[in-house]
Nanobody, 124 residues
Framework: QVQLVESGGGLVQAGGSLRLSCAAS????????MGWFRQAPGKEREFVGG????????YYAESVKGRFTISRDNAKNTVYLEMNSLNPDDTAVYYC?????????????????WGQGTQVTVSS
């Protein structure tokens, strides 16, 4: 089992930046692709971005491409989401997730493990 814990959420003004972390426990973390998702009230959970097992490939939703950056440090069992140029539409609970597949996938149903989420609120 892989356990995931997100941190780093909070309140930030529009145009600002925030860095989220997802700490994983489990001996097989380095074999999982990792994804970030978000869910705003009244909306479906949506894909933000994903990163390959070795961190050499990233894939982003068009809505965040160029603004968000995903990275991972397998030695620390941690994946990061750096968010820049934030706007109120980015307000949501952000979740990290682990997928046993080798490939980065954008569908929530593909992921096997989920963190509890961390709230990100962007004020205007």
């Amino acid at each position: 089992q892989v356990q995931l814990v997100e941190s780093g959420g909070g309140l930030v003004q529009a145009g600002g930046s925030l860095r989220l972390s997802c700490a994983a426990s489990g001996r097989t973390f380095s074999t999982y692709t990792m994804g970030w998702f978000r869910q705003a009230p009244g909306k479906e959970r949506e894909f933000v971005g994903g990163i390959s097992v070795r961190g050499d490939y990233t894939y982003y939703a068009e809505s965040v491409k160029g603004r968000f950056t995903i990275s991972r440090d397998n030695a620390k069992n941690t994946v990061y989401l750096e968010m820049n140029s934030l706007n109120p539409d980015d307000t949501a609970v952000y979740y990290c997730a682990a997928d046993a597949s080798v490939w980065v996938r954008s569908t929530a149903s593909a992921y096997d493990y989920w963190g509890q989420g961390t709230q990100v609120t962007v004020s205007s």
